[in-house]
């Protein structure tokens, strides 16, 4: 998507055209809208708390498919001018060992990446509402195996 996060908000059917902000994907085509819009919320949610400055980033979703489980989604916030990864969320893995649960990654002062998982999206919530949640610009871009982020934790 070229796009800011501000304005796939104010406009997200812009993106019908580009698969709906999905790089990747495993699910039929015609359901492409519907997670886009679920995850809309969730991003949203992350500019209005602050976590990520909606004017400085874009977002781009993916679709999982884990060999353990079930599709799930989840978004990646990336930095407009240097193109590196900010944070990214899964509300709800797919995986059998973590169906459910909720997964923020974000990186460290040093540039590597940090995640921590949550019981569920309710619970990732209240800590963001608490200030526990906060993203930094890390060691990884958007050309980097974005695609495999998810199978190097498991």
Known sequence: ???TINEF???PMATENDCFGFFDWFCTDRGLKSRMLKLKGRIAYLVKMGVVD???NYVILKNNCP???EL???FRVIDIETDEMVCGL???LGYNSRKGKCEFWTFDDEGELVETLYNNYKEFKAAVKNGEVT???GNMTSD???VDLNEVKW
């Open 54 to 56: 909606g004017d400085k």
């Open 9 to 11: 908000l104010a406009n």
């Open 1 to 3: 998507m070229n796009m």
């Open 67 to 69: 060999l353990d489980g």
């Open 90 to 92: 899964a509300p709800s």
């Open 144 to 146: 980097d195996e974005v």
């Open 72 to 74: 799930y989604d989840d």
């Open 135 to 137: 993203a930094k610009t």
